[in-house]
């Protein structure tokens, strides 16, 4: 059930975060919003979320650094993400999975489709998807 999910969405276009927060929160889930690394880390540091949705093209430090940080910190390294991105080039999912991401939903958002894809992922045991943790 995705109702009392807490969702962190880390993403810094300020219409692409109200609609995904709007869906998220129409469906029930709580949603932690941050704009760039430095907030996600804060809300990171003071608890955890669901599952991550992380833009992959943010200012400053970019998503997959952030992902690959999240993925060397032990109490955030199972946490579900999602890749948030533009990007529909072959070979990114691949490369954001190679990442440490567990999926990905292009943007612009498929209104009808979104809810559905971030519950999909809430489904899956916790730690389902086998990764390295390096460094
Ligand atoms: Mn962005």
Redesign the pocket.
């Known amino acids: 059930m995705p109702e009392g999910k807490t969702i962190l969405v880390v993403?810094?276009?300020e219409q692409n975060l109200e609609l995904v927060e709007f869906l998220l929160e129409e469906a029930g889930m709580t949603v932690w919003a941050a704009r760039d690394a430095t907030e996600a880390r804060a809300r990171l540091a003071d608890g955890q979320p669901d599952l991550v949705l992380m833009?992959m093209?943010?200012p400053g430090t970019d998503g997959l650094t952030l992902v690959e940080e999240i993925r060397r910190t032990p109490t955030t390294a199972r946490l579900p993400i999602l890749a948030l991105t533009a990007h529909a080039m072959r070979g990114d999912r691949e490369r954001f999975i190679a990442g440490g991401c567990d999926g990905y939903i292009a943007k612009p958002i498929n209104v009808a489709s979104f809810v559905t894809e971030v519950e999909a992922a809430l489904k899956r045991p916790a730690g389902s998807i086998p990764r390295e943790v390096s460094g």
Do not use: F, W
């Open positions: 993403e810094d276009n833009d093209q943010l």
